[in-house]
């Protein structure tokens, strides 16, 4: 079993900079963690083109991140990635925006092939936003297991998940394929199959023998974060029709890899997107009492860092939820502001 063997060796030994919280259940811990995790910088040229266009959305597009590696070395422990299925492989290797790159000499893309392969692939929007730190999943994946393995004591990291097959309605954008319970069924093969089963916390680990998911949650059921150390959870950031295919034939998620975005009441509540702190700062208080784990965000579309305003922050640390959000674990590279987000002492961990 993964780990096992080294487990055995460091457990008594207190391990600097991620021991302090052995002891606590994870829901009782805060974490701060980056949106679009994989994301680059969208093509000089293409962005002022984009932008020319359509200014507010193009602004929101402006950021981006360096790879999931040195992300989880810095300490964050939150990373969100987006996948599009692609079962036969080769829908997203020619991005229509590599037309509209041409006349500047853009940098090379996918020079490996890697986007010809089935499987399903990562990046923000397709044939506009399309250059990804992890062009695969994959590839994303293998990252995540090599990290784990050099740092095999490390605490929990949550991995949220978008599912992409929403149109954009203009000519020439690439239509996705969409998500059903069986392309779901194939997502969670792959994680399976390139991370690994004991990598993971899954539903069925933290329902145990309750009768449902969220029984187990509201009566406390969550590990101590030194029990789950060397693991990841991930967590479908869906509702409506992705939601439901995802469970549907597995109630309580039960078989399930993902965790996934379901209210209070139903049998597989246990993690909850809620990403205004501001408006739903009490709302997220009282699911956060409840012991259910929460994700909000401290920004969006680059709106706070552009005005260097940080009570967004400070209302998702006050709400308690357990995962913050940010694109601003460094300060922006396209603009000036001050910016930042970490807790005190630049800290990306905290007891809740």
């Known amino acids: 079993m993964k780990g096992l063997l080294t487990a055995t060796l460091l457990s008594a030994i207190v391990v600097v900079g991620d021991s302090g919280f052995d002891d606590l259940p994870i829901n009782k811990v805060q974490v701060i963690g ?27 597009l402006e950021y981006s991140h360096v790879g999931l590696g040195e992300q ?28 509209w790159e041409a006349a500047a000499n853009p940098p090379a ?16 929007v397709q044939d506009l936003d399309f250059r990804s730190n992890c062009p695969t999943f994959a590839d994303c994946l293998h990252q ?25 309605k203009a000519p020439g954008f690439t239509i996705p394929e969409k998500f059903t319970g069986e392309v779901f069924d194939r997502l969670d093969k792959e994680i399976l199959d390139n991370l690994g089963r004991n990598y993971l916390l899954t539903p069925d680990d933290i329902r145990g023998s309750y009768p449902t998911l969220e029984q187990a949650v509201l009566a406390g059921h969550w590990p ?11 967590i479908l950031d869906e509702g409506g029709e992705h939601r439901e295919s995802y469970i549907a034939g597995h ?17 597989e509540a246990a993690f909850m997107i809620i990403n205004d702190p501001k408006r739903d700062q009490e709302k997220i208080k009282a ?9 909000t965000r401290a ?5 706070e860092a552009r005005a260097n305003d940080k009570s967004g922050f400070a209302a998702a640390c006050a709400s308690g939820a357990q995962i913050i959000t940010t694109d601003y674990y460094y300060k922006s590279k396209f603009f000036a502001s001050d910016y930042v987000v970490s807790f005190d002492g630049g800290a990306y961990m905290r007891r809740q």
């Open 109 to 124: 893309y996918d020079p490996a092939g890697e986007m010809n392969k089935p499987g399903f692939k990562v990046f923000h």
């Open 72 to 99: 989880l070395d810095l300490g964050l422990r939150n990373l969100e990635i987006d996948v599009y299925a692609d079962e036969k492989g080769g829908k997203y290797a020619h991005p229509k925006g590599l037309e």
């Open 144 to 168: 995540l297991k090599a990290w784990s393995d050099a740092h095999p004591d490390h605490y929990p990291v949550y991995i949220t998940m978008n599912a992409k097959d929403a149109e954009i």
């Open 251 to 267: 109630p309580s998620l039960k078989g399930r890899v993902l965790f996934t975005d379901s209210p209070a009441g139903t049998p």
């Open 299 to 303: 920004d969006s579309d680059t709106r």
């Open 224 to 234: 101590t974060m030194r029990t789950v150390k060397g693991r990841f959870f991930f």
């Open 34 to 60: 980056s949106h679009n995790s994989y994301k680059q910088a969208i093509d000089t040229a293409l962005f002022s083109m984009f932008k020319t266009k359509n200014p507010k959305a193009a602004m929101g």
């Open 287 to 295: 699911m956060v009492k409840k012991g259910y784990i929460v994700r």
